[in-house]
């Protein structure tokens, strides 16, 4: 007799949520967890502690610089850097122990330890204590992610830092080098950007945050250039020196050319992040993965090996909270013998700067590529009402639809409230709708909102107030 109906590995955003929804379908369920606390990468080191910095450094700059054009004066703001992390600590543990309250409401078993699969349904867990076997018809893997390495540019965590050291830095440096243009190296430059830091972005493409449409990743860096970023784009980092005064890091045209040298305090390492399965017998138990490491899965997370499953960061695709999630509630009703599904397409992404970026489908550029006709509706945030009233008016919305049908096929916000504002159309993605429905559904007044709704109009050429 197993142990378990479930053993889920790993207590991110993946698993717990799969080992919650597991529970909630009457199954016996535990989680291994090797990490002191419940959450995984999101809640510990990752989604969470980035957006408590984010809002706090926001709260700052907007004082220290922004509160002029609202009639309010203010005396001289001070940064009180440890009281700032220690707020953010205290919004992570809030956030941890939840998951511990959930996993009790729940009756799930957190079985503290590393997890190594033996074989389809027996799971070994390796703590402080000693050793366990445990049995479990259904094996779930949701071990996540770890950072990308740069092969010549060692993290230490003091001087050359991953995202965790960048979100617990002691005190503001002078100067911050940030590798990669991408979310992390953008929310993490504007965090210490806003505490006075000179950040200077160098990425190895030819823009900022490359994989998103083109005209919302070259508005991000104009904003964010205007913010005191600066960018070395198409630039690559060939090796970096320590020594006590700071980081010496050599750079290189990514084409290859003629090499310089720059100085900084700390440099931020922050070029991707890649599946995280060590110790986890995925070998020895016949489990396959693909070139890069990442569990592969049917496309229903099934992996080759019958009773083992696989979720999140793991099996690559979009790495984000909420696609992990999704996974973990459609595997945990699949197991269930439910139709668990994900529809990718409607899977939202957020960049947490200020103004956000978010996006839902297609890019322009893949819509381009891939031969669809399509039509564009866009309007700025300079004339909605609501924005100008705020005092917010950066950035625009812009719809793409399919020419022949109307269908969204996409839709990029950068402006003020973007990861808000995007959750109505990934709403309408999954539904299906067409630029029409949004343009006709009442937008309340005066809202962020009816940017949205005037976007959409504007795919018929039709915008009320452009
Ligand atoms: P993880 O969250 O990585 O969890 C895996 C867990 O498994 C970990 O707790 C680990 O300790 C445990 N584990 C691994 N191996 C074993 C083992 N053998 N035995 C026991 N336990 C094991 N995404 C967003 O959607 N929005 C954001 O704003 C956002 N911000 C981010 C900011 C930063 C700085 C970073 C680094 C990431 C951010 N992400 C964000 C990405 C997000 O954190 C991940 O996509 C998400 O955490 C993946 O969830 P997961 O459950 O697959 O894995
Ligand atoms: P990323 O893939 O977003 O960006 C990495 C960037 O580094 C890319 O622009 C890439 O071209 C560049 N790059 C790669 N190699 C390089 C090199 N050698 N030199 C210079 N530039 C190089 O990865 P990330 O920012 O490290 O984030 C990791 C993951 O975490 C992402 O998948 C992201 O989805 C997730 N995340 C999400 C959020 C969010 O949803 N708000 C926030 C943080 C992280």
């Given at each position: 007799m197993a142990d378990y109906d479930v053993i889920v590995i790993g207590a991110g955003p993946g698993g717990y949520v799969a080992a919650i929804r597991a529970a909630q379908l009457g199954l016996k369920t535990a989680c291994v967890e090797k990490y002191p606390t419940l959450g995984g990468t999101c809640l510990?080191?990752?989604?969470?502690?980035?957006?408590?910095?984010?809002?706090?450094?926001?709260?700052?700059?907007?004082?220290?610089?922004?509160?002029?054009?609202?009639?309010?004066?203010?005396?001289?703001?001070?940064?009180?850097l440890a009281a700032m992390m220690a707020r953010k600590d205290k919004v992570v543990g809030e956030n941890t122990r939840g998951i511990e309250f959930l996993f009790r409401k729940n009756k799930i078993d957190w079985l503290k330890g590393a997890g190594r699969i033996l074989g389809p349904g027996k799971v070994e867990v390796a703590a402080k204590e000693g050793t366990a076997t445990h049995g479990a018809k259904h094996v779930v893997i949701a071990t996540g992610s770890d950072v990308t390495p740069l092969p010549g540019v060692a993290i230490d965590e003091k001087q050359i830092v991953s995202s965790t050291g960048a979100l617990a830095l002691a005190s503001v440096p002078k100067s911050l080098v940030v590798i990669g243009a991408g979310v992390i190296g953008l929310e993490l430059g504007s965090v210490w950007k806003r505490l006075g830091v000179d950040v200077q972005v160098v990425e190895f493409l030819d823009r900022a945050l490359p994989q998103h449409d083109g005209e919302v990743s070259r508005q991000a860096q104009r904003i964010l250039e205007r913010q005191g970023l600066k960018f070395s784009l198409s630039t690559k980092v060939t090796g970096a020196k320590t020594?006590?005064?700071?980081?010496?890091?050599?750079?290189?045209?990514?084409?290859?050319?003629?090499?310089?040298?720059?100085?900084?305090?700390i440099v931020l390492v922050s070029i991707g992040r890649r599946p995280y399965t060590e110790g986890l017998g995925l070998k020895e138990a016949g489990v396959a993965v693909d070139a890069r490491?990442?569990?592969?899965?049917?496309?229903?997370?099934?992996?080759?090996?019958p009773g083992i499953w696989a979720i999140g960061d793991a099996i690559g695709g979009l790495m984000l909270a909420h696609k992990a999630e999704d996974e973990g509630v459609a595997a945990a009703e699949l197991i269930a013998g439910q139709a668990g599904h994900v529809n990718y397409d409607a899977v939202p992404s957020v960049v947490y700067t200020w103004p956000e970026i978010a996006h839902v489908g297609k890019t322009e550029e893949q819509l381009k590529a891939e031969g669809t006709?399509?039509?564009?509706?866009?309007?700025?945030?300079?004339?909605?009402a609501r924005a100008r009233a705020n005092n917010d008016t950066e950035g625009f919305v812009k719809f793409l639809a399919d020419a022949k049908t109307d269908r969204v096929l996409g839709c990029h916000i950068i402006g003020p409230s973007a990861g808000d504002l995007i959750a109505e159309v990934a709403l309408g993605v999954?539904?299906?709708?067409?630029?029409?429905?949004?343009?006709?559904?009442?937008?309340?007044?005066?809202?962020?909102?009816?940017?949205?709704?005037?976007?959409?109009?504007?795919?018929?050429?039709?915008?009320?107030?452009?």
């Open positions: 510990n080191i990752g989604c969470i502690p980035s957006k408590a910095l984010l809002q706090s450094s926001h709260l700052y700059e907007e004082t220290s610089e922004h509160l002029g054009p609202h009639g309010i004066k203010v005396g001289k703001v001070e940064l009180d020594t006590k005064s700071g980081v010496t890091l050599t750079l290189e045209p990514a084409k290859g050319g003629q090499a310089q040298e720059i100085k900084a305090d490491g990442f569990i592969q899965t049917d496309g229903h997370f099934r992996t080759n090996m006709a399509y039509k564009v509706g866009k309007f700025p945030f300079t004339a909605n999954e539904f299906v709708a067409a630029a029409e429905d949004f343009a006709r559904t009442c937008h309340a007044h005066p809202s962020l909102a009816e940017a949205v709704k005037e976007a959409a109009l504007g795919v018929a050429g039709r915008s009320i107030h452009i």
